[in-house]
């Protein structure tokens, strides 16, 4: 598995959808490449506040900045 096969199932990892194997894949990956684990540990932390956060409290141009990064990175709402 390289980077790029890295980022195109990113979001799917990060939310445990993925299979097992998939999962060992990107894991034996992400030993060894700096850059993908600086990807993976930034997305996760983003995805961790953003569940954090009520809707309320963010405003409404900075959520449609989120949403749209996350559509753009393939990221489920």
């Known amino acids: 598995m390289d980077c790029r096969e890295i980022l195109e199932g990113l979001s799917e990892y990060i939310d445990n959808e993925l299979a097992d194997k998939t999962c060992r894949e990107?894991?034996?990956?992400?030993?060894?490449?700096?850059?993908?684990?600086?990807v993976v540990?930034?997305?996760?932390?983003?995805?961790?506040?953003?569940?954090e956060?009520?809707?309320?409290e963010i405003p409404g141009d900075v959520s449609m900045r989120l949403h749209k990064i996350i559509k753009l990175t393939g990221g489920n709402d």
């Open 26 to 38: 990107i894991e034996e990956h992400l030993k060894d490449c700096y850059n993908c684990q600086v």
């Open 41 to 51: 540990n930034t997305l996760r932390q983003t995805v961790i506040l953003y569940r």
């Open 53 to 56: 956060v009520p809707d309320d």
